[in-house]
């Protein structure tokens, strides 16, 4: 199917048939076999010298039918045939477009000896180089940066603590200027952690290794941590996955702090099952988000232009990180309205059973 190959042009092989060659020989041996199967029907006609030939097209109307449903279901098996070949590249092909959207971005198509689709496979894989080298050097350039401004943040903030020390002896305006000046080197701290925490995860630079995760107890020790009631929190349906608890707990974290920035407060946390996914449900007061901008609060450095507003401001950073985590833990986070006003941020994760083993999807 798709894997990892190299993007060398392919040779054309006499060898082997073009796609071209082999559609063209598959209808002209259904065209042959349909005409052999009318020449026998005709023949056993003619064959009966007993009668005329009318007499005999009368009294043989069954053989006439049954040779002709014969090559209809030739003609029928030649055709299901040939189409599941030919669509099979297509098939192969949007398997993996898939997969790259999905992030795995080292797939690629394998080679092809076929001299009509040679071409194409090599330049859907370079298409595909180009891209992951392009997003190799934006992470590269995006963790780089952030790394070398931890050396003058480090400065200020200790600069900053310097004076804080001091701050009895400050006049009451030097005060003022320093309370401005702290609020601004905190919240540039803070960026600066979630941009380097975004940098490792589309990175693939994992802390700790994937386990068994209850997402029950996950949140449990989230809500008490982050200092939130225990009561917010209703499991409906013990539910595991496999995944990084440190990575985790800092994702829902993050979407604990956007309720409390945004949206007015946490009011509810749910976890339970759907089926083959482990589904938490984070609910807020606020005034909810503008449908036009739910998928795009997800991007980074994303304002919402609806009125949610806050006294304290967030990174930009925060519910990115959300998204690329649940992402490399083949989940989707998405953001909808909650029944009776407000945000509901939804996570969904792929669970698993007792023995480590994902879950089956059930249809319904």
Not at 36 to 43: A, E, H, T
Not at 260 to 274: I, L
Request: charged letters at 25%.
């Amino acid at each position: 199917m798709v894997g990892t190959t190299d993007t060398a042009r392919v040779e054309r092989d006499p060898g082997h048939w073009s796609l071209r060659s082999r559609v063209t020989t598959a209808f002209a041996a259904s065209s042959g076999l349909m005409a052999l199967v009318l020449v026998l029907s005709v023949f056993a006609v003619v064959s009966d010298e007993s009668r005329t030939f009318s007499e005999r097209l009368h009294h043989r109307p069954a053989l006439l039918v049954g040779c002709a449903v014969a090559a209809a279901l030739v003609g029928a098996a030649v055709g299901v045939g040939v189409s599941r070949r030919m669509l099979k590249p297509l098939r192969d092909v949007a398997e993996a477009a898939a997969l790259i959207a999905s992030g795995e971005l080292g797939t690629r198509l394998p080679d092809s000896n076929d001299q009509d689709l040679a071409s194409t496979v090599a330049s859907f894989n370079r298409m595909v180089d180009s891209l992951q080298r392009r997003i190799d050097r934006e992470h590269r350039l995006f963790g780089d940066v952030s790394h070398e401004l931890r050396t003058p943040m480090t400065t200020l903030t200790t600069a900053v603590g310097v004076l804080e020390r001091s701050r009895a002896e400050l006049p009451p305006r030097s005060r003022q200027a320093l309370d401005l000046v702290s609020a601004e080197v905190e919240h540039l701290r803070r960026l600066l952690d979630d941009l380097l925490a975004l940098a490792r995860v589309e990175a693939g630079m994992h802390h700790g290794d994937v386990d068994p995760v209850s997402v029950g107890d996950l949140l449990v020790h989230t809500l008490r941590d982050s200092y939130r009631p225990a009561e917010l929190l209703t499991v409906a349906e013990p539910v595991t996955v496999l995944g990084r608890k440190l990575e985790l707990e800092r994702a829902l974290l993050n979407v604990l702090k956007n309720a409390d920035r945004h949206g007015g407060g946490v009011v509810a946390v749910t976890v339970r099952r759907d089926g083959a996914e482990a589904v938490i449900e984070i609910d807020d007061a606020g005034p909810g988000v503008a449908v036009a901008d739910r998928d795009r609060i997800f991007e980074r450095f994303a304002t919402s232009r609806n009125s949610r507003r806050s006294s304290t401001r967030g990174t930009g950073i925060g519910l990115a990180l959300v998204a690329e985590t649940v992402a490399t833990h083949r989940g989707r986070v998405e953001c909808m309205e909650r029944p009776g006003g407000g945000a509901r941020f939804v996570i969904r994760l792929p669970a698993i059973d007792r023995e480590g083993r994902h879950q089956p999807v059930t249809q319904s």
